[in-house]
């Protein structure tokens, strides 16, 4: 083994002659030189066949993120058996791709950094062995929501407050890994390799996440904005309208009833508008009080005033004002019209303060086209 490999950045202390199998993860996370040297070198077709399958299900839930980003429907949301079947099954084919067309141009590269002979086969293993330091966080995280939440659908509708921003740690971790796993194994140019395996990769994610962030961490419209363009439409025998088409409809939720109660989210912005139909004896003002009652626990400090209000073609009663809920300010708006006499149509419109604005021209398209059948 060449001299140069003793240099690791400081992941590896010392070499240990004797590491056990058991413990590969940690050599992995916090040994690399030691792991690769180890467990890449000598064929360990188990270990193998392993990571690659973790890594396919790794891009299976990744996918089901994406999809899930985008407004499309996701599959197996009900039940935790059937998503983890989905995950494991998918998650063959994708390790299999991962191993030999990912495999494929990890070789490229190595020939690129002058392994010009590279053993295929070696490259493969040192580009899933290193692919874990994504893969493995991933996975568990699915197996805790697993435990945490009732369905898929509630744990991916879960509000998982900033502590997610450690994930965007692993790309830029593995990225470190593949690189001391490819001086460890490989006769190579250090500084060569280095660009295609550590500093290239890391500009890439730079160049997304960064970008991301600013846009989290400012609320800005380009993530709330609403999609006029591509709009989407919900129809059903008592309820018909469209909506903006990076939103969503909320059809998990226990009480979704195409007919008669509708929620309509926006993906990448913190708002909702639940659209009712129903059938009551009791007067206006005493349904926006059970509406009002309903949300008391969920809201503080709700200040709503109430006035005679249109919404699209609707005339009604509205109280609307701002209320606290996690700390968050949103705007609140209650609305409720009579269709004919014991029938109502009922609006609920919860929206972060600082991106209603933004989210205004999805709500009036929304109310716009809104249409209650018999």
């Known amino acids: 083994m060449k001299e140069s490999d003793q240099d690791n950045l400081g992941l590896d202390e010392q070499f240990d002659d004797s590491p056990h199998l058991a413990l590969w993860i940690v050599y992995l996370f916090f040994l690399p030189r030691t792991f690769f040297r180890q467990f890449a070198e000598k064929p360990n077709p188990t270990?193998?066949?392993?990571?690659?399958?973790?890594?396919?299900?790794?891009?299976?839930?990744?996918?089901?993120?994406?999809?899930?980003?985008?407004?499309?429907?996701?599959?197996?949301?009900?039940?935790?058996?059937?998503?983890?079947?989905?995950?494991?099954?998918?998650?063959?084919?994708?390790?299999?791709?991962?191993?030999?067309?990912?495999?494929?141009?990890?070789?490229?590269?190595?020939?690129?950094?002058?392994?010009?002979?590279?053993?295929?086969?070696?490259?493969?293993?040192?580009?899933?062995?290193?692919?874990?330091?994504?893969?493995?966080?991933?996975?568990?995280?699915?197996?805790?929501?697993?435990?945490?939440?009732?369905?898929?659908?509630?744990a991916d509708g879960a509000d998982s407050g900033l502590w997610w921003l450690l994930f965007l740690l692993f790309p830029f971790w593995a990225a470190l890994v593949s690189t001391i796993g490819v001086w460890t194994v490989f006769e190579v140019r250090r500084s060569v390799a280095t660009f295609w395996f550590l500093i290239l990769p890391w500009l890439v994610y730079l160049l997304f996440f960064v970008p991301f962030l600013t846009l989290v961490f400012s609320g800005s419209s380009l993530l709330a904005d609403a999609d006029l363009v591509t709009t989407k439409k919900h129809e059903s025998a008592a309820l018909a309208f469209s909506y903006p088409g990076n939103w969503?409809?909320?059809?998990?939720?226990?009480?979704?009833?195409?007919?008669?109660?509708?929620?309509?989210?926006?993906?990448?912005?913190?708002?909702?508008?639940?659209?009712?139909v129903y059938s009551s004896e009791s007067m206006v003002g005493d349904e926006l009080d059970k509406t009002v009652s309903a949300y008391e626990q969920s809201i503080q400090d709700m200040r709503l005033r109430e006035t005679v209000a249109t919404l699209g073609l609707l005339i009604g009663t509205s109280r609307s004002g701002t209320g606290k809920i996690s700390g968050k300010i949103y705007t609140i708006d209650f609305f409720i019209s009579s269709i004919e006499e014991g029938r109502y149509l009922e609006i609920q419109e919860l929206v972060l303060q600082k991106q209603a604005d933004e989210l205004r021209k999805g709500f009036e398209l929304i109310y716009d086209t809104l249409r209650v059948g018999e």
């Open 248 to 276: 969503i409809i909320d059809k998990n939720d226990e009480n979704y009833d195409p007919d008669h109660n509708v929620s309509v989210e926006p993906v990448l912005a913190d708002a909702v508008v639940k659209i009712l």
């Open 47 to 154: 270990l193998t066949v392993v990571c690659a399958w973790l890594y396919g299900m790794c891009g299976v839930i990744d996918r089901i993120s994406t999809r899930g980003l985008e407004g499309r429907e996701v599959p197996f949301s009900e039940d935790w058996v059937l998503r983890w079947l989905f995950i494991g099954g998918a998650g063959v084919l994708g390790g299999l791709g991962y191993f030999f067309v990912g495999g494929w141009w990890y070789r490229v590269r190595l020939s690129w950094s002058g392994a010009h002979r590279a053993n295929p086969n070696l490259a493969r293993r040192v580009y899933i062995f290193a692919a874990q330091i994504v893969a493995i966080p991933t996975v568990l995280l699915t197996t805790f929501e697993t435990i945490v939440y009732e369905t898929p659908a509630a």
